[in-house]
């Protein structure tokens, strides 16, 4: 109950819920379930948070075929910021797929490449190390670092991605090169085309089934972004949620992205989610209390607790798919 009630008004209602059995008169006022329940969080929420919002949330249907749950503006091309790293390493773990790179290759971290922001690279004050695609690509993904994009550049340079990224059929997302061939910034995308990578990520029809785990094994694990779509969840719950977190700002305002999938107890891949926010206030704040971050909490309870209920997901092209289950979680005491 709000604290900015007033005590008549409290009294009221709890008169009026009194006459009503529980507070519910008929099946109708009953709290709605699935879809339903996920369309309507989500308008909620979005309107608390305010800015400016496109999205696309989906979940598998009775037959287990995806069906789209919220289509908000879902074919706005938007800045996707970090939330393009998933987009970068597919297109790294594309080349790996075509023979022409390998995941324990080897480069060094040269001071003059490092950049700060998000990640743990820049924290490590002397640089020189000699690290593998694998360690580099585990960064950019878990913990979002942003020297990770620049060393995924020197394996596949800009114009390379983007021809990647338009093979896999995209029209939208690509990344922005710049001077040097090696660099780039992290481009734009829409929401139905994030789904459609989530979702072929998921079915492991994006890229071969061992890249497909690679990719999913980073994005569900425990030591990743909590604040958002996670955050009211066990651990055992988190291991089913494969997300990327995304934040920056324009001249239209803040801006807040999450985008993942969450998966059924069996390993089945059951919703994608794809949320855009810009134009939102709180500058600098780039913790849980972002109000856009907080809306993205309870949505994401919201879908989980929502998640459909059935015996095999299939898809057109391929067919019944994999499930996917995590590798379980135990924590370790040294020694």
Aim: hydrophobic share 40%.
């Amino acid at each position: 109950m709000s604290t900015n009630m007033s005590r008549r008004a409290a009294l009221g209602l709890g008169a009026a819920a009194a006459v009503a059995g529980a507070g519910v008169s008929s099946p109708a006022q009953a709290a709605v379930s699935g879809p339903a329940a996920i369309r309507k969080v989500y308008k909620r929420e979005k309107a608390r948070a305010g800015g400016v919002w496109h999205s696309h949330i989906a979940a598998v249907d009775s037959t287990g075929a995806i069906a789209p749950i919220v289509e908000d503006t879902a074919d706005h091309v938007i800045h996707g910021y970090s939330v393009q790293k998933l987009f970068v390493a597919t297109a790294v773990l594309d080349k790996i797929d075509r023979g022409e790179l390998a995941l324990g290759a080897k480069l060094d971290l040269p001071a003059g490449i490092i950049l700060g922001g998000s990640g743990i690279y820049h924290l490590h004050r002397v640089w020189g190390d000699d690290i593998t695609v694998a360690n580099f690509l585990t960064a950019m993904l878990l913990v979002s670092d942003n020297t990770a994009v620049r060393m995924c550049g020197r394996v596949v340079p800009a114009l390379e991605i983007n021809e990647i990224l338009a093979a896999k059929g995209w029209t939208h997302t690509r990344v922005e090169p710049v001077a040097n061939p090696n660099r780039f910034f992290l481009g734009t995308t829409t929401p139905r085309e994030t789904h459609d990578m989530l979702w072929r990520l998921a079915t492991k029809t994006l890229l071969s089934p061992e890249s497909c785990d690679f990719l999913l094994s980073v994005t569900r694990w425990l030591n990743g972004y909590h604040d958002g779509v996670r955050r009211v969840m066990s651990s055992r719950e988190r291991e089913r949620v494969a997300t990327k977190y995304g934040a920056d700002f324009n001249t239209l305002g803040e801006s807040r992205h999450e985008a993942g999938i969450m998966f059924g107890a069996d390993g089945l891949p059951l919703l994608t989610y794809a949320m855009f926010a810009e134009g939102l206030g709180d500058p600098e704040n780039y913790g849980a209390t972002h109000p856009a971050v907080e809306a993205h909490a309870k949505i994401g309870r919201t879908m989980f607790d929502n998640l459909p209920a059935v015996a095999s997901v299939s898809t057109a092209r391929s067919g019944p798919v994999p499930r996917t289950l995590p590798k379980p979680f135990s924590p370790v005491n040294g020694g």
